[in-house]
């Protein structure tokens, strides 16, 4: 049986060793932290159960889906039956997008052609553009050098539409605005989203905090597969040896006849084998987006709503949070919980919870009327300072291949070059492309063994 040690806990590291050990190698899963899960992670505040921050996925998040059901944590996500985006604005308008039950393209046609931000003329250079973003290719490398913002401005969208409709979709999936976003991430989210199968974009939200459907749940597959997790283990360095390789940690050695480094990028390089990259200066280039999440608990319900997008507000999407959080069991039933999620957040990342109290109450309020006959019990700010790569025109050279210039070296992230953005479809698809590719090491390896 070969060894493998896998760097990290997020979500990338956690896929590669679960694939791992379902190959039938000998896993060691090394965590600095006292969790599992990376940025995906509860904790507990008084009484409630919180996330750090909200997470959705679409029906086309293929692999993370297949994760869930090897974890047995499926049934703990509510996927819609058809995508359905409830919209309002800050001065009282509504709108939806929504699909209906034809192929695409045509399944969103007549939810773009009616939706009631928009001007007539809005909605037909929407129409337009959508259709010339099905012919872009993802893969061109040009595309990564240019803005979405600006390819956008070129074909005819005017800054209502962008606002209204093109960044609701590019802030959330991207963490930057549409001026700032590669044209090539952007192409391929509306595409594989969106543009080319109907139900690819329908929404799940899951129904368990994101700890134990995660970290939790991956720690109890992992165990009972003879893996060993070690947790508040930091790791120090990992060197190549004749055979293999040395992982060290504060208080021991770890060999293994391959690693996975599933860490943050600049953690990557700093404990990468000084010869495992070309360029591993490339690494600390990404850079990091933060996303902020302000967290209002009501003395009772004040939406009925799921989630909701907003256009025009400081708030960006809201998200009902009562049954996850456990809220009725913390002594304040028939309350609610909502959670604002606000990504490209360089604006929030450093402003004092009580500024940020005295704006997102406000318009709470202006959102959802019944908020402000409401008592806000408990207001709270749960804060991401690297949530995501910048993935702004560029960064796709700078993200490095699974395969590092050591066979038996891998790296593992949302960040290194999976085609997707940095989204936790991105994050498992590199832990499953990880795993194979050291499963094929240690097959090749076995064959060697066996002729000499």
């Known amino acids: ?30 965590e600095a932290r006292a969790r599992l899960g990376g940025a995906t992670f509860s904790f507990d505040r008084d ?45 009282g308008r509504r709108a939806e997008l929504t699909r209906n039950s034809l192929p695409a393209p045509l399944h969103l046609a007549g939810t773009l052609a009616t939706y009631k931000l928009l001007s007539r003329s809005d909605r037909a250079r929407v129409l337009m553009a959508a259709g010339l973003l099905r012919t872009l ?17 070129r074909r005819g969208q005017r800054p209502a539409a962008i606002d209204a409709l093109w960044n609701l979709i590019t802030v959330a999936a991207l963490n930057t605005d549409a001026h700032n976003a590669s044209l090539a991430l952007c192409a391929m989210v509306f595409r594989t989203a969106l543009l080319e199968r109907a139900d690819a974009a329908d929404i799940g939200v899951p129904t368990k905090p994101l700890g134990e459907l995660h970290g939790d749940a991956a720690h109890r597959y992992l165990t009972a597969h003879d893996a060993q997790v070690l947790l508040h283990t930091p790791v120090r360095a990992v060197r190549a040896t004749g055979d293999g390789f040395e992982v060290a940690t504060d208080d021991r050695t770890l060999t293994a006849d391959a690693v996975v480094v599933a860490a943050p990028p600049e953690a990557t390089a700093a404990v990468l084998p000084a010869d495992a990259l070309a360029k591993p200066e490339l690494l600390g280039q990404l850079g990091g987006a933060p996303i902020v999440n302000v967290h209002a608990v009501y003395d009772r319900q004040v939406t ?36 604002v999620s606000l990504s490209a957040a360089e604006r929030w990342i450093d402003t004092p919870t009580t500024e940020l109290r005295e704006i997102f109450l406000p318009e709470l309020a202006r959102l959802f009327p019944a908020a402000a006959r409401a008592e806000a019990t408990r207001f709270f700010v749960t804060r991401e300072r690297r949530a995501t790569f910048r993935q702004v025109p560029g960064s796709a050279r700078l993200r490095p291949a699974a395969r590092t210039r050591l066979p038996g070296c891998v790296l593992a992230g949302a960040w290194t070059a999976t085609g997707w953005p940095d989204t936790m479809e991105g994050a498992v698809r590199s832990g499953n492309e990880a795993a194979r590719i050291v499963d094929a090491r240690l097959a090749s390896m076995a064959t060697v063994g066996s002729a000499v």
């Open 1 to 30: 049986m070969r060894s493998v040690v896998v760097v990290g806990g997020g979500l990338a590291g956690l896929t590669a060793a679960c694939q791992l050990v379902r190959r039938g190698h000998q896993v060691t899963l090394v």
């Open 47 to 91: 009484g409630l159960t919180v996330d750090n921050g909200q997470h959705v996925l679409l029906r086309c998040y293929t692999e993370y889906r297949a994760l869930l059901d090897l974890l047995g944590m499926s049934r703990h996500v509510d996927l819609q039956d058809r995508f359905h985006i409830p919209v309002i604005t800050r001065d």
């Open 137 to 153: 290719d993802p893969a061109d490398p040009t595309l990564d050098e240019r803005s979405f913002g600006d390819w956008l401005v």
């Open 304 to 339: 009925t709503a799921p989630f909701t997008a907003v256009v025009g507000s400081p708030v960006q999407w809201v998200f009902d949070r009562t049954a996850t959080s456990g809220l009725s069991g913390s002594g304040l039933a028939g309350g609610q919980y909502l959670a």
